[in-house]
């Protein structure tokens, strides 16, 4: 018997799977139908382990796995099958019912109410006899070929709003990341610092809009070159340091080596690009009076400066994340579904529709293409590795049938591994309980036919002896006057007594022969013996029984007919005869009784 194997399985052989639970069955001793119905549950576990659904779907398909595991259980067809009734729904609902949660939206609900109601259906189908599911099987397609075209048409449609959505949030994405750029750049040089209040609406309002306009305009690898920006990156730390107010007093050495540089600065800065030339003299110019009043010790109305709103959220653009946790970011794709957690709340399911570096900013989806939220790198990074965020992971059935069989597999080859063995070390018994008895009637052979040779010898010594003493007395009778008559009497008395001796050992040797090629007769063995009624008639026999108590020889013809039945007399007779004839001795005895049987034969000769 061949081994098991996996791709014979899973390419359609369910007889193989068939046998592999048999042989489980009788090595184990274990219940097919309870083996089966073991390893369906676990493949339905490990189903619900891999593919998280929202716990509003939860009960639904608890009841409907109690149903599919009884019907996986009844029919190995399903492991071998990826066009199996089951398997087929499983494929069909476990995207939608993966990426679904509550969200207040009509597509929402209603993915929820087709879901809910093909779960029902198909409990109830594989919940009903096998004769009720032949009679309801067109039945079960039509509602999955209903619910795969509305989730088609919902696809494209959530396809189309996604794609609207991308290129409407992209422009404001940039626009954010651009405000948010400037808004961190002022609040960490400005915020919570004094500054004279006619200088809070003129940088709040008038450098924020001319700073924004560049960080929209320009590309971010290109920004830190550009010389409008490059000026502000070197005045902003300074502003923050050269005015007094709210028990922050600024030491007169720092105005006096700080300022004429500010000052310098911001004449330069005039000469560059900018969007509002007017506004933006006018922001100079207030800057220049301020540091002017500053440093000349001049009585100027401070207030701390409030922090700007930073649409890009919380994150400080200085937080350091470690590159492991952004390389974990980078390996989330476009069409990559995640779930965040939040503290008691209901998970979100979205996929990741937007992914732009230039703008560092990550836009989330639900199934019906409908905005979820915005996060930034470090944002989503610092989700992922507090496990507020993970990707959602989803395996269909066929790998987690391919991970369950091996292991299946393995125990059937091991059971019938151990069948053969048994198997083989019993044939081997008999075949040594053969050959014992084979060896023990080759023996007795041999003894029976040793002491028949001693036998033969010692006759044909009594008769040369006699001879010789019959001659020894004829020549003593003989007269000297009948001299030449006895002598000739004599000669022919000897050559008489030499042919008959001749022809008794001649006699004696044929008939040694004939009791040798009986004695290597082995059933199976094949002779011509000739027709009692017509002597030029052959007949082909068989040897098909050799009775040893008996000592009887039974014949059959070619077809299995009793044709003759002699004893061992009676067949050395006939060789003698030569009314017999061996063709061929059947089995051969083994090769040192073939030895034994030669050494006699150069005895005897």
Not at 52 to 57: I, P, V
Not at 225 to 252: C, H, M, N, T, Y
Not at 307 to 333: F, V
Request: net charge negative.
């Amino acid at each position: 018997m061949s081994e098991f194997t996996l791709q014979a399985i899973i390419d359609g052989d369910s007889l193989q799977l068939s046998e592999v639970f048999a042989s489980i069955a009788a090595a184990e001793s274990v219940d097919p139908a309870g083996l089966r119905l073991q390893l369906g549950a676990e493949l339905l576990r490990g189903f619900i382990h891999t593919n998280s659904w929202d716990t509003r779907l939860q009960p639904l398909l608890d009841e409907f796995t109690s149903a599919a595991c009884a019907q996986i259980a009844k029919d190995d067809e399903f492991y071998c099958s990826a066009q199996h009734p089951l398997r087929v729904f499983f494929s069909t609902i476990t995207p939608p019912a993966s990426h679904w949660c509550k969200r207040d939206s009509k597509p929402n609900q209603q993915l929820f109410d087709k879901l809910s109601a093909l779960l029902a259906f198909a409990t109830t189908y594989w919940s009903a006899s096998e004769e009720q599911q032949i009679a309801g099987a067109a039945n079960l397609q039509q509602q999955l070929d209903d619910f795969t075209n509305w989730l088609a048409a919902e696809d494209k449609r959530a396809a189309m709003l996604e794609a609207r959505l991308c290129e409407t949030e992209l422009a404001n994405l940039k626009l954010i990341s651009a405000e948010a750029r400037v808004a961190e750049a002022i609040n960490h040089n400005l915020a919570e610092r004094p500054l004279p209040i006619e200088l809070h609406n003129a940088i709040a309002i008038t450098l924020k809009s001319e700073l924004q306009y560049w960080a929209f305009n320009t590309d971010p690898a290109e920004l830190s070159q550009l010389p409008l920006w490059k000026s502000w990156q070197r005045l902003l730390p300074a502003l923050g340091q050269l005015f007094s107010g709210d028990g922050i007093e600024v030491d007169d050495q720092l105005l006096y080596d700080q300022i004429p540089l500010v000052l310098a600065e911001l004449e330069r800065s005039l000469q560059y690009p900018n969007s509002n030339a007017q506004a933006y003299v006018q922001l100079v110019e207030q800057l220049n009076h301020c540091l002017m009043s500053a440093i000349q010790k001049q009585a100027q109305e401070c207030s701390l400066f409030s922090e700007l709103a930073n649409p890009g959220g919380q994150s400080d653009m200085h937080t350091h994340i470690p590159k492991t946790l952004l390389q974990q970011t980078d390996s989330i794709n476009v069409g990559d579904w995640i779930i965040f957690n939040g503290d008691g709340a209901d998970s979100i399911r979205c996929k990741l529709a937007l992914k732009n570096p230039a703008i560092d900013q990550l836009l989330f989806v639900d199934h019906t293409g409908r905005k979820v939220m915005n996060k930034n790198t470090k944002d989503f990074a610092l989700c992922l590795s507090t496990g507020i965020a993970r990707p959602l992971l989803a395996q269909d059935l066929a790998a987690i049938i391919y991970s369950l069989l091996p292991s299946l597999i393995e125990r059937a080859n091991r059971s019938v591994q151990a069948q053969l063995l048994l198997q083989k070390n019993k044939a081997e018994q008999v075949v040594r309980a053969l050959i014992a008895q084979q060896q023990a009637a080759a023996a007795a052979a041999e003894v029976e036919r040793a002491a028949e040779q001693a036998r033969i010898e010692e006759q044909l010594e009594a008769r040369r002896a006699a001879a010789r003493k019959a001659m020894m007395e004829a020549r003593a009778l003989a007269d000297e006057k009948m001299r030449r008559e006895a002598e000739q009497a004599a000669e022919a008395e000897r050559l008489r007594i030499e042919q008959a001796a001749t022809q008794a050992a001649a006699t004696i040797a044929k008939h040694q022969q004939a009791s040798q090629s009986i004695s290597e007769l082995q059933v199976g063995a094949w002779l011509e013996i000739n027709s009692e009624q017509n002597a030029d008639e052959k007949l082909r026999a068989k040897l098909s029984v050799i009775i040893s108590s008996t000592g009887k020889y039974i014949f059959a013809d070619q077809v299995g007919r009793k044709l003759a039945e002699y004893t061992r007399e009676q067949l050395i007779t006939l060789m003698v005869e030569e009314q017999i004839k061996i063709l061929r001795n059947g089995d051969n005895f083994e090769d040192q009784l073939a030895k034994v049987i030669r050494g006699l034969r150069r005895d005897v000769s």
